[in-house]
C-alpha cells in the first residue's frame, strides 16, 4: 500500500468580492515508503499549495480543500485540528525554502529542535537536548553543542537549512515534504543541501515530496515526476523515461529550457513563450494552450483528459510531442 | 490564521490577475481603490465632510447670536441654574444665558481653524526643518536634529503647556501656537526620515548623474515622495490639534475670551460645574469626540492604504 | 552594551544641558522677567530689587546662566510662589514623586494586562466582530479628551462603584515610610491603609490608563498580524507544537518588540495625563503641582517639574531600548 495516497485534491481560494480561483485542480498522485517524488512546474502552478494542503497548514478561513490525502490509510483532511496537529512534525516532517525566515529569530536554534522532540517524543529538555546536539552533527553542522544555543542569524544560510532539516527530521517522520529547499542558497550550497537530503532519506527509509521548478534537482533526486501546469497534472512519469522522452509540450519545453553542456554548439535555448498569466482556465480547454507551439484549435474547445499511455505514466494532453525515435528502437 | 507569506503574494496577484489587475498600477490609485471600498474610511470622511460644511455655513445655520447673553434674566433669577429648554433654544442656555445650540454650532467654526491652523504651522515649520536636514545631512542634520531630539524628549502636551504658560495673556492664537510647535519636530524627523532614505535611491541617483539642479531634486523628486507619511501625519494631527486646545483650556492656560465660542474651550471652562450641569460638557466633548474620531479613521486608514507592506 | 549605555547617558546630559538653556530663556522670556514670575506682580519694589541682586540680574548674561546651572545642579531651585507658597520646590517634587509613580504605574500595568491579551486576540480573529469592535473602541478611546473621561468616572461611574474621586487616601492614621501609600500600608501591615490608597488610585488611573490602553492595543494587534504572517509560525505550526507553545514562544516574543518600545513611548502620555488627571481627582502628585503650576504661574515649581519630568521620560526610554536588547538576540550578539 502506498504511504501517501492523494486523491482529486483541489483547492479554491475565495475572497470577499472576488472570484474563486481555483489554485490545486483534482490532482491525484501516490508515494511509496522511503520513495522519492517530485512536484515540478513554475511558480504559481499549484505545488507549495498542494505541500501546504497534505500538511493541514492552509488558512481555515478563505481556502477550501476537498478530496482526500491518504496516509497509510487515514484521510488527513478527515481529522480533527488536534489529531492532525499530533500528527505534524511526528509523521509528517516539512522543510520550508527559506531557511532564514522559517527559524524564529528570538528562539535559541536548540529550543527550536528539542520543542519538537518533546512534544512528540515526550523527552525531557536535558535528554532533548543531547539528542539534538545528535540531530545537528547528522546533518553536518560542525560542533553541534555549541550551535545549539546560538540564534539564526549567527548562522550561514547553509547551516540554518541543515537545522531546518534537522527539526523536520528529529522524529524521524516517514514522510518528508521539501518546499523548494535549495532556491534560497547558493549554487554550491544547493548540490550539499541536495546530497544530504538525499543521504538521509535513503538511510532512514523516509520517503520524500520534493517541490521544485527546478528540473536539475529532480534530475538528481527523484525516482518519480509529478509536472504541473495552472493547478492540474499534465505529465508524469518515472524519472529515465521523463527526462528520455518528455510528452507533454510543457515539460518539454522545460527540458529544452535548460542549458546542456552536451548539446551541440551554436543550438538556441528555446524559452516557454509567455508566462502563467496567459493561462486559459482549464474549463475551457487546455490551460497551457495559449503558450504551446503544438496547440491546435481542439486545444482551446476541449479540456484534455488524463490519460494512462502505459509504462506507469499518465498525460494530459491533445496533441503530445512524438517520442524520439531512438528511444523506441532500444526500448 | 496562519498563511504563508511568500506563496500567498503569488496567489493574490494570480488572483487580482483574472480580476482586474492592471499592471503598474500607482500607490496612489491603488491606495484610492482600497480606501473607496473602505467603510472605516468612509465614515471618517463623512464625519469630516459634514464638519468642515457645518463650519463654513454656521454662521447662516444658528438660529440664534451665539455671543448674546439673551436670557442671563433667567440665569440671574435661578442663581445658579442655566436656562432650561424653550422655544427658540433647542438646547437651551449656558452660564452667561446664551444660546447653546449656537454655540454648538458656530463653536465648530473656531475649532475648525485652531484644528487647521495649528496642522499647518506645525507641518510648515517641521516641513523646513526636515528638508534642510534630509536634503542636506552633514552638519546640517546633526545640528537641526539635535534641537528636534531635545523637543521630542519633553513629552509633547507638557511642551504645548508650557510654551502656553509663556504668554502673559492667552489667546486664540497662543493656543494654535502651542499645539503647534510640538508637532515640528513630529514631522520634521518624518521628513527627514524619508528623505535620507530617498537620498541614496536610483531615482535621486539618476537625477544627480543627468545633472539635475539639487534644489530642483528636492522639490520635485525627493519631497512629493515623502508626502504620503506627511498627510497620514497631517490628518492625526488635526485630531490632536482639536483635544489638546481643549486640554490647554481645561488647565486655564486657553483663551479667556469665550464670546466666539470654540469646542475645547466650552469643555474646558465648564469643569466647576461638571456635576451640576453635566450636559454642558458632553455636548461639546461629543463634537470634539466625534470629529477627531473622523479625523482618526481618515489618517489610519489612509496610512494603512498607503504603506506597501500592509497591502493584504 | 556598557559602551552603549554610557554613550546614551552622555547623550542624557546633554539633552538636559540644552533643555536647562531652553528653560533659562523661557525664564527670561516671561512677562516681566524672572523678578515678576518669581515673586508675582505684587512684589514691593524693594523685595523686587533684592531679587534681582540675590539673582545676580544685574551681572552679564552667561554669568547668571552658569549660576542658575549651579544653583540646580545643588538642587535649589526656588521656593514656590503658588502651588505651596514658601515651600522649597524641591520639597514639594519629592513629597509629590511617589504618588505619581504609583498613579502611573498602575496606569501601565492596566493597559498592559488589557492592551497586550486584546490585541493578540483581535489580530487572531482579524476582520471578525471582535476584531471590528474592539479597533473602533480604541480609535474612540484615543479621541476622547483624557479631563473629560475623568469627569465621567469621578462623577458618573464613582457613585455606582463606591469608589472615592479625591485624594489619594482618607484621613486616616497611616504611618509614613516612603511616600508610596500602597507600598507603605503593605510594609507596616496596615491593610486597611493599603487598601484605602489603593481604592483612590483605582478612578485615576483607570481614565489615565486609556490612552496608553488603546495604543499598546493597535500595536500589539498589528505586530501580532506582522508576525503570524511570518514563515517561522508556519515552521512552528509544521512541527505540530501546541497553540499555547506556538502563541507564546513564537508569536508573543515576536511581537513584543514593538510593544516594548510603544510603553515606553507612552510614559510621556502619562505625564502630560497625570496633569489633568490628577487635577480632576485632587490628587496630590507632581501633575497637580504642575496643574496648579500653569494655573498660577508657579515657575520655580514648574522649571523643576519640568526638568524632572523629561529626565524621566528619557531614561525610562533608555531602560526600554536597554530591555530591547535582552529580549532581541540580534540586537545583544552583534
Known amino acids: 500500500m502506498a504511504l501517501l495516497e492523494v486523491r482529486d485534491l483541489t483547492v479554491v481560494f475565495e475572497r470577499k468580492g472576488e472570484q474563486p480561483f481555483t489554485a490545486v485542480d483534482h490532482v491525484s498522485f501516490e508515494v511509496e515508503p522511503g520513495q522519492t517524488v517530485g512536484l515540478v512546474g513554475e511558480s504559481g502552478c499549484g505545488k507549495s499549495?498542494?505541500?501546504?494542503?497534505?500538511m493541514g497548514l492552509l488558512p481555515k478561513r478563505g481556502a477550501r480543500v476537498s478530496g482526500t490525502v491518504g496516509y497509510e490509510g487515514t484521510n488527513l483532511l478527515s481529522l480533527s485540528d488536534r489529531e492532525m496537529r499530533d500528527r505534524r512534525g511526528r509523521d509528517l516532517?516539512?522543510?520550508?525554502?527559506?531557511?532564514?525566515?522559517?527559524?524564529?529569530?528570538?528562539?535559541?536554534?536548540?529550543?527550536?529542535?528539542?520543542?519538537?522532540?518533546?512534544?512528540?517524543?515526550?523527552?525531557?529538555?536535558?535528554?532533548?537536548?543531547?539528542e539534538a546536539a545528535d540531530l545537528l552533527d547528522k546533518v553536518g553542522i560542525p560542533d553541534p553543542t555549541r550551535r545549539l544555543s546560538e540564534y539564526p542569524h549567527q548562522l550561514s544560510g547553509g547551516m540554518r537549512q541543515r537545522a531546518l532539516i534537522a527539526i523536520a527530521l528529529a522524529c524521524r517522520p516517514r514522510l518528508l515534504i521539501a518546499d523548494e529547499p535549495t532556491t534560497a542558497l547558493d549554487v554550491t550550497i544547493q548540490a550539499q543541501i541536495l546530497a544530504l537530503l538525499k543521504e538521509l532519506v535513503r538511510d532512514m527509509g523516509t520517503a520524500l515530496v520534493m517541490i521544485t521548478h527546478d528540473l536539475g534537482v529532480v534530475a538528481g533526486l527523484c525516482d518519480e515526476v509529478n509536472v504541473l501546469y495552472a493547478g492540474r497534472v499534465v505529465e508524469k512519469a518515472e524519472r529515465h523515461e521523463l527526462f528520455a522522452a518528455p510528452r507533454h509540450p510543457y515539460t518539454h519545453g522545460l527540458l529544452s529550457s535548460i542549458p546542456r553542456l552536451d548539446a551541440p554548439r551554436g543550438q538556441k535555448?528555446?524559452?516557454?513563450?509567455?508566462?502563467?498569466?496567459?493561462?486559459?482556465?482549464w474549463d475551457h480547454g487546455c490551460a497551457f494552450a495559449p503558450r504551446c507551439p503544438n496547440a491546435l484549435d481542439v486545444c482551446v474547445q476541449v479540456t484534455p483528459a488524463q490519460e494512462d499511455i502505459g509504462g506507469g505514466r499518465l498525460l494530459r494532453c491533445h496533441n503530445p510531442v512524438r517520442p524520439p525515435v531512438v528511444e523506441e528502437v532500444s526500448a | 490564521m496562519v498563511t504563508p507569506t511568500r506563496k500567498k503574494d503569488r496567489i493574490d496577484a494570480l488572483a487580482a490577475s483574472s480580476a482586474d489587475f492592471d499592471a503598474g498600477v500607482s500607490l496612489a490609485v491603488s491606495a484610492w481603490r482600497q480606501l473607496r471600498r473602505s467603510p472605516m474610511f468612509l465614515t471618517g470622511a463623512v464625519i469630516i465632510g459634514l464638519f468642515v460644511l457645518v463650519s463654513l455655513l454656521s454662521p447662516w445655520l444658528a438660529p440664534q447670536?451665539?455671543?448674546?447673553?439673551?436670557?442671563?434674566?433667567?440665569?440671574?433669577?435661578?442663581?445658579?441654574?442655566i436656562p432650561p429648554i424653550q422655544p427658540g433654544h433647542v438646547l437651551g442656555g449656558d452660564l452667561q444665558g446664551r444660546d447653546f445650540f449656537s454655540r454648538l454650532l458656530v463653536g465648530s467654526q473656531q475649532t475648525l481653524i485652531v484644528g487647521v491652523l495649528a496642522t499647518l504651522i506645525g507641518l510648515t515649520g517641521g516641513l523646513t526643518l526636515g528638508t534642510l536636514a534630509g536634503a542636506f545631512g552633514g552638519w546640517v542634520d546633526s545640528a537641526v536634529m539635535r534641537v528636534v531630539d531635545v523637543m521630542l524628549s519633553l513629552p509633547s502636551l507638557l511642551l504645548a503647556f508650557s510654551i502656553?504658560?509663556?504668554?502673559?495673556?492667552?489667546?486664540?492664537?497662543?493656543?494654535?501656537?502651542?499645539?503647534?510647535?510640538?508637532?515640528?519636530?513630529?514631522?520634521?524627523r518624518l521628513l527627514r526620515g524619508s528623505m535620507l532614505a530617498q537620498r541614496h535611491s536610483d531615482h535621486v541617483l539618476a537625477a544627480t548623474a543627468l545633472g539635475v539642479k539639487p534644489g530642483a531634486i528636492v522639490f520635485r523628486h525627493m519631497l512629493p515622495n515623502s508626502l504620503g507619511p506627511v498627510i497620514v501625519q497631517s490628518t492625526l494631527v488635526l485630531a490632536t490639534a482639536i483635544i489638546d486646545a481643549a486640554a490647554l483650556s481645561f488647565l486655564g492656560l486657553g483663551n479667556p475670551d469665550d464670546r466666539i465660542p470654540e469646542w475645547g474651550q466650552m469643555l474646558g471652562d465648564v469643569q466647576n460645574v461638571f456635576d451640576t450641569h453635566p450636559q454642558l460638557a458632553f455636548w461639546p466633548a461629543g463634537c470634539i469626540i466625534v470629529v477627531a474620531l473622523g479625523f482618526t479613521l481618515m489618517g489610519e486608514t489612509l496610512r494603512e492604504a498607503l504603506d506597501p507592506k500592509s497591502r493584504r | 552594551m556598557l559602551r552603549y549605555t554610557i554613550r546614551r547617558l552622555i547623550q542624557l546630559v546633554g539633552v538636559v544641558l540644552v533643555l536647562s538653556l531652553l528653560l533659562f530663556a523661557w525664564l527670561r522670556a516671561l512677562p516681566g522677567g524672572p523678578v515678576s514670575a518669581l515673586l508675582g506682580e505684587r512684589a514691593t519694589p524693594?523685595?523686587?530689587?533684592?531679587?534681582?541682586?540675590?539673582?545676580?540680574?544685574?551681572?552679564?548674561?552667561?554669568?547668571?546662566?552658569?549660576k542658575f546651572l549651579g544653583r540646580a545642579l545643588s538642587g535649589d531651585f526656588g521656593v514656590s510662589t503658588g502651588v505651596q507658597p514658601g515651600d522649597s520646590a524641591m520639597e514639594i517634587f519629592l513629597q509629590r514623586f511617589p504618588a505619581t509613580i504609583e498613579l502611573s504605574f498602575l496606569a501601565i500595568v492596566i493597559a498592559i494586562a488589557f492592551g497586550i491579551p486584546l490585541g493578540y486576540l483581535a489580530a487572531k480573529r482579524r476582520g471578525g466582530w471582535f476584531d471590528n469592535l474592539s479597533v473602533g473602541g480604541s480609535l474612540i478611546g484615543v479621541a476622547v479628551p483624557v479631563f473629560f473621561l475623568a469627569y465621567v468616572l469621578?462623577?458618573?461611574?464613582?457613585?455606582?462603584?463606591?469608589?472615592?474621586?479625591?485624594?489619594?487616601?482618607?484621613?486616616?492614621?497611616?504611618?509614613?515610610?516612603?511616600?508610596?501609600?500602597?507600598?507603605d500600608g503593605v510594609i507596616t501591615?496596615?491593610?486597611?491603609?493599603?487598601?484605602?490608597?489603593?481604592?483612590?488610585?483605582?478612578?485615576?488611573?483607570?481614565?489615565?490608563?486609556?490612552?496608553?490602553?488603546a495604543v499598546v492595543f493597535r500595536i500589539t494587534r498589528a505586530a501580532v498580524l506582522d508576525v503570524l504572517d511570518e514563515d517561522f509560525v508556519r515552521t512552528a505550526e509544521s512541527k505540530g507544537l501546541t497553540a499555547p507553545v506556538i502563541r507564546r514562544r513564537h508569536v508573543l516574543r515576536n511581537a513584543m518588540l514593538p510593544v516594548v518600545t510603544t510603553i515606553g513611548l507612552q510614559t510621556g502620555a502619562l505625564l502630560a495625563g497625570a496633569v489633568l488627571t490628577e487635577k480632576v481627582f485632587s490628587f496630590a502628585g507632581v501633575g497637580q503641582a504642575l496643574a496648579i503650576g500653569f494655573e498660577r504661574r508657579d515657575y520655580p515649581v514648574l522649571l523643576l517639574l519640568i526638568i524632572m519630568a523629561t529626565i524621566v521620560y528619557v531614561v525610562v526610554n533608555l531602560l526600554v531600548d536597554l530591555s530591547y536588547a535582552f529580549i532581541d538576540p540580534r540586537i545583544r550578539t552583534r
Do not use: C
Not at chain 2, 502673559?168 to 508637532?183: D, E, G, K, L, S
Open chain 1, 269 to 281: 535555448l528555446s524559452p516557454i513563450k509567455g508566462s502563467v498569466a496567459d493561462n486559459i482556465p
Open chain 1, 93 to 130: 516532517g516539512m522543510v520550508f525554502q527559506d531557511p532564514l525566515s522559517s527559524l524564529n529569530p528570538v528562539v535559541p536554534i536548540g529550543v527550536q529542535v528539542t520543542e519538537v522532540l518533546e512534544r512528540h517524543r515526550d523527552m525531557s529538555r536535558k535528554k532533548a537536548m543531547v
Open chain 1, 49 to 54: 499549495v498542494t505541500s501546504l494542503a497534505i
Open chain 3, 46 to 66: 524693594e523685595s523686587r530689587e533684592a531679587l534681582t541682586k540675590q539673582l545676580g540680574l544685574d551681572q552679564p548674561i552667561f554669568v547668571q546662566y552658569f
Open chain 2, 65 to 81: 447670536d451665539p455671543s448674546e447673553p439673551m436670557l442671563i434674566d433667567q440665569v440671574v433669577k435661578a442663581r445658579n441654574e
Open chain 3, 154 to 183: 469621578k462623577d458618573v461611574l464613582s457613585s455606582a462603584l463606591g469608589l472615592p474621586t479625591e485624594g489619594r487616601q482618607d484621613a486616616i492614621n497611616a504611618t509614613r515610610v516612603t511616600g508610596f501609600f500602597v507600598f
Open chain 2, 164 to 188: 502656553s504658560a509663556l504668554f502673559a495673556r492667552p489667546n486664540q492664537y497662543t493656543v494654535i501656537v502651542a499645539v503647534a510647535v510640538v508637532q515640528i519636530p513630529v514631522f520634521a
Open chain 3, 189 to 213: 501591615q496596615e491593610w486597611d491603609a493599603a487598601l484605602n490608597a489603593l481604592e483612590h488610585l483605582i478612578l485615576p488611573a483607570v481614565a489615565l490608563s486609556t490612552i496608553p490602553f
